[in-house]
Nanobody, 128 residues
Framework: QLELVESGGGLAKPGGFLQLSCTTS????????VGWFRQAPGKEREGVSC????????YYADSVKGRFTISRDPDKNVVLMQMKGLNSEDTGVYYC?????????????????????WGEGTLVTVSS
C-alpha cells in the first residue's frame, strides 16, 4: 500500500508564504512522478504541480505558475511545494499523489490522470 503524508498547511495572509511537504516511509519518492492537487470548498479537484522522477522536470497549472515551486529532497525522501504570493483562490485541501508511470506531468496537471495513491491532505487557508 502506498502511504503518503502531507504536512505544512495552515493559515496564511494574502501575499504570504507556506511550504508543504509530502513524505512516505514505504518507498523512495524519487522513483516516481509526484504531483500536488487541491480541492477548494465546493469545487472540483485541480492539478497544481508535478515533478518527474530523477531528472526533476516540473510542470505547473497556469493558476500557480511563477508562485509555486515543487522540488525534491531525496536525502529526506520528501517532495516540497513552496507557495508564495498566496491569495484566497489558493484556499483548499492540498494532496500529494504518486502517479502511474505512463502519465505525463502535463496530463496529470490538466486532467488529473494517473493518480495511483494520495494522502489525507493538508488544509491551506488564505485569509486576512
Amino acid at each position: 500500500q502506498l502511504e503518503l503524508v502531507e504536512s505544512g498547511g495552515g493559515l496564511a495572509k494574502p501575499g504570504g508564504f507556506l511550504q508543504l511537504s509530502c513524505t512516505t516511509s514505504a518507498f523512495q519518492l524519487s522513483d516516481f512522478r509526484v504531483g500536488w492537487f487541491r480541492q477548494a470548498p465546493g469545487k472540483e479537484r485541480e492539478g497544481v504541480s508535478c515533478i518527474a522522477p530523477n531528472a526533476g522536470l516540473t510542470y505547473y497549472a497556469d493558476s500557480v505558475k511563477g508562485r509555486f515551486t515543487i522540488s525534491r529532497d531525496p536525502d529526506k525522501n520528501v517532495v516540497l511545494m513552496q507557495m508564495k504570493g498566496l491569495n484566497s483562490e489558493d484556499t483548499g485541501v492540498y494532496y500529494c499523489a504518486v502517479l502511474s508511470g505512463s502519465t505525463t506531468c502535463a496530463d496529470y496537471v490538466h486532467e488529473l490522470s494517473g493518480l495511483e495513491a494520495w494522502g489525507e491532505g493538508t488544509l491551506v487557508t488564505v485569509s486576512s
